[in-house]
């Protein structure tokens, strides 16, 4: 795990787990996401299972056997998830983006909840890009969150 700064986030530390230290500068209330969601083959009865990464709910395009439309949703996974976004120093405000940071699970909401805006924090995560769309060509940076301390 390597430990870096805000303003030298770079494509080179993606999927890895990293250290950073910054200011909260904003904390959304917690919702409920859904995670992935199972569905049946009314054909075959095969189970798939679809990963819900994007906004927008997402069925099987198709079955192994064939069949395109019409699957049997037989469950779905969810847990609770809340975003923040993280700042640099107020010293180097402006020059570095801010950063979204994703909770999920109730622990990590726990945590969160102790956590006030303008709090400085360290945050073990590890780093990914969240498309708002399919043909989104700009994404923006994510850390998916592991670990929250304050600083004090």
Not at 9 to 24: A, F, N, P, T
Not at 103 to 124: A, C, H, Q, Y
């Amino acid at each position: 795990m390597e430990k870096i700064s805000l303003g030298y986030l770079r494509s080179k530390y993606l999927q890895e787990k990293v250290e950073i230290e910054g200011d909260i500068k904003e904390i959304m209330e917690p919702y409920w996401k859904i995670l992935s969601a199972k569905f049946e083959c009314p054909s075959c009865g095969t189970i798939i299972q679809v990963l819900q990464i994007e906004k927008k709910f997402r069925e099987p395009s198709r079955c192994s056997c064939g069949r395109r439309k019409k699957f049997k949703l037989i469950s779905k996974e969810v847990d609770m998830e809340s975003r923040a976004i993280l700042c640099d120093k107020p010293q180097n405000v402006g020059l570095v983006s801010p950063l979204s940071l994703s909770f999920i699970g109730d622990n990590l909401i726990d945590k969160l909840s102790n956590i006030k805006e303008g709090n400085r924090v360290k945050i073990i995560g590890e780093l990914g890009l969240e498309q708002n769309s399919i043909k989104d060509i700009k994404p923006d940076y994510v850390l998916l969150v592991e670990n929250i301390e304050k600083i004090i």
